[in-house]
């Protein structure tokens, strides 16, 4: 991860209030990795479980940096080294140090699923009024979310933060470097349970966002009932698709198959067939309408909107759609994306293309099981899986006209080239590990 960041003179006075220590010469960005170290960078030497940051303080120098916040002072090197107990917190103190100087709305967003897709339709869609800063990439986590903040300006006016958790705490500690003013859970589903062990510990993990919200505003997905269900201290404002919320939503499919939204009265179009998106949409109207946008300007937000990269993106080759969820892949999302590629209008085939799902810890083969009781369900065409873990995916279809397992992406592909036609729509998905994306790029190449 690296950072430029936009402020040095003011970084560096907040540095040494928090730290205590001043830098000797002037630093222009922050990295955490040796590789992209940059002239001017302050290196964060991390000691993880498999590498330590430290062993790579001679390599930050060949590269241009004289600057690195250690836990362990290497008296043969001559760069400047700041000694801290954990450079981690450390940025993380100075990071809510800068963040404190603003006073903005700061939006947190966790949830099992849709953290990325949400915060990024809130993001389009707020930028209506405001001039955003959001996260970027993957920078969620306890080293990422600081860089976040770092990069907070004079000339922003609301912050958009994705927090994301693996083990019990990891919400509250994320909640504590970054103060939200705001904050959405968007669901709570069994996801990660390799770090959680339980949907109660998920659930106690999300749910630390409303609680650090005492003197906030708690956007509560009153559809899901484990968020429902959370303790809200502060102000809450509900939404969903229920009639017993603040902002009430009802569905409709158009002829052309998109969802129509009415949001309290107000009819909002989706311009997608995606349910997902159509429950993303629901979630940013609460957050639009109550910092302030008008109906107008969120419904022409929304239209405009692009989802990003790798999360349900239809691309055509000409010949047949593929829907390209190779982001990542979990049951909820899984079902879900099955249900996308169920909805979508013509004829031809509907094909899925499935790969492991990773991070399930003792799960694992049951939601794989689930996952091919689903396909059964929604009577598609084929489904094509790949992995270890989706086997017990294949075992558990009956009812599908054609199922297969492959052992790699090769065969799997031959067998795919071999079956799709003109007009057929293509889903691929699975977990980030597995690296989905190649079969998309190949087979929009045929």
């Excluded at 954990?86 to 100075?94: D, S």
């Excluded at 860089?147 to 919400?171: C, F, R, Y």
Aim: include cysteine; charge should be negative; hydrophobic fraction near 40%.
């Amino acid at each position: 991860m690296r950072i430029d960041l936009p402020d040095p003179a003011g970084f560096a006075e907040v540095f040494k209030k928090t730290i205590g220590i001043s830098f000797d010469s002037e630093v222009t960005g922050i990295t955490t990795d040796s590789r992209e170290v940059q002239s001017g960078d302050l290196y964060i030497a991390i000691a993880g479980e498999r590498v330590d940051g430290h062993t790579f303080l001679k390599e930050i120098i060949d590269r241009g940096s004289d600057c690195a916040l250690v836990n362990t002072v290497s008296k043969e090197l001559t760069i400047t080294q700041i000694k801290v107990d954990n450079p981690v917190k450390a940025i993380g103190k100075v990071a809510t140090a800068w963040r404190n100087q603003f006073h903005i709305p700061v939006i947190g967003i966790t949830g099992s699923n849709g953290k990325t897709s949400t915060k990024e339709l809130i993001k389009h869609v707020l930028s209506a009024q405001y001039n955003v800063h959001a996260t970027e990439g993957n920078y969620n986590t306890s080293i990422g979310l600081p860089l976040t903040l770092l990069q907070l300006t004079p000339g922003h006016t609301v912050s958009i933060l994705e927090m994301g958790a693996n083990q019990l705490g990891d919400i509250a500690e994320l909640c504590d470097i970054a103060n939200p003013t705001h904050g959405i859970i968007t669901n709570i589903a069994p996801a990660h349970l390799e770090g959680f062990g339980s949907i109660k510990t998920i659930a106690e993990t999300k749910g630390a966002l409303f609680k650090k919200l005492n003197n906030g505003i708690s956007f509560v997905n009153a559809a899901d009932h484990r968020v429902n269900a959370l303790g809200v201290p502060g102000e809450s404002i509900s939404f969903g698709l229920t009639p017993e919320c603040d902002f009430p939503a009802d569905l409709h499919h158009e002829d052309d198959g998109t969802i129509t939204l009415t949001i309290d009265t107000k009819e909002i179009p989706t311009c997608s067939i995606n349910l997902s998106f159509a429950k993303n949409v629901i979630a940013c109207t609460a957050i639009a309408r109550t910092l302030g946008l008008k109906w107008s300007e969120i419904s022409e937000k929304i239209k405009s909107f692009q989802p990003p990269k790798g999360r349900c993106e239809v691309k055509n080759n000409g010949s047949f759609i593929i829907i390209d969820d190779t982001y990542n892949a979990n049951l909820e999302s899984t079902i879900a994306a099955i249900d996308y590629l169920q909805a979508f209008s013509g004829n031809g085939q509907r094909i899925f293309v499935f790969g492991d799902m990773f991070e399930l810890g003792d799960s694992s083969l049951e939601q794989h099981r689930s996952v091919g009781k689903k396909c059964d369900e929604a009577a598609l065409s084929a489904v094509l899986t790949v992995g270890q873990e989706t086997i017990a995916t294949d075992r558990a279809i009956t009812n599908t006209e054609f199922h297969q397992h492959f052992d790699n992406k090769d065969d799997l592909l031959l067998s795919l080239k071999s079956i799709v036609n003109e007009g057929d729509k293509v889903l691929v998905k699975g977990s980030r590990g597995m690296q989905m994306e190649t079969i998309v790029k190949a087979i929009l190449a045929t």
